[in-house]
């Protein structure tokens, strides 16, 4: 069946630090892929979507690139921020019913 | 819009006790989620409803749980009888639902999620 791997967290970095979270995914057919965030105390919100390979999305300094070949969507920022500390679910949707499957989320904590 | 709304925020119950948990979705979204989350298992898809009609229950853990959709506008989540173990923050969200083999690039919105302890 379809499944989402992420790296496991926590990944804690310094202010303006290169992100990278690891995110592999197994899925039947062309499915969409998705980041989503979670801030603390709160619901999942969209970070960025992509829907077909070699789309890459984008929003709020922060990248993923739908790689087919390697069945990746792994997600970067240049220079992250205090701000930016949550936790990031990979997440993908696929298959005739559109069931959107997510990773198990990597907290990202961000330190002065 | 108002984005999904979920009712109560927070809950906290006796073990044996009937929990409901609402969910409004986003106006014309036709797709709707319930998910658990907790520390231990992360982000569990429980059900999934298409166009009101329960399309995958395969994550509903047990009989003490169910959901109804009765119309386009309302669902609930109910566990009956509530135990400790089922203390989590449960999260509705809504998307709309592309048609089979049309795409699959709609996003799903989620609720601020309801706390649910049980003592």
């Given at each position: 069946g379809n499944s989402v791997t992420q790296m496991e967290g926590p990944v804690t970095l310094s202010e303006e630090a290169f992100l990278t979270i690891n995110c592999t995914y197994t899925a039947t057919g062309y499915p969409s892929l998705f980041w989503y965030v979670q801030y603390p105390g709160e619901g999942l919100q969209l970070l960025l979507k992509a829907t077909k390979a070699d789309d890459k999305g984008s929003n709020k300094g922060f990248e993923a690139t739908y790689r087919k070949e390697t069945t990746s969507f792994h997600l970067e920022k240049g220079s992250v921020q205090v701000s930016d500390s949550a936790v990031y679910f990979c997440a993908l949707r696929s298959g005739g019913y559109n069931k959107l499957i997510f990773g198990a989320g990597t907290r990202l904590a961000v330190h002065p | 819009d108002a984005g999904v709304i979920q009712s109560p925020r927070h809950e906290v119950t006796e073990m044996g006790q009937e929990v409901t948990l609402r969910c409004k979705p986003i106006s014309g979204h036709n797709s709707l989620f319930w998910y658990r989350q907790t520390m231990m298992r992360g982000l569990e898809l429980l059900i999934y409803f298409n166009n009101n009609v329960p399309?995958?229950?395969?994550?509903?853990?047990?009989?003490?749980f169910s959901a109804k959709m009765?119309?386009?506008?309302f669902s609930t989540l109910k566990i009956q009888?509530?135990?400790?173990?089922?203390?989590a923050v449960y999260f509705c969200a809504s998307s709309l639902a592309a048609t089979?083999?049309?795409?699959?690039n709609t996003e799903a919105f989620f609720g601020q999620g309801t706390r649910l302890t049980v003592v």
């Open positions: - | 399309i995958d229950d395969s994550g509903m853990p047990e009989d003490r009765p119309n386009a506008s009888p509530s135990e400790p173990r089922d203390s089979r083999g049309l795409g699959v």
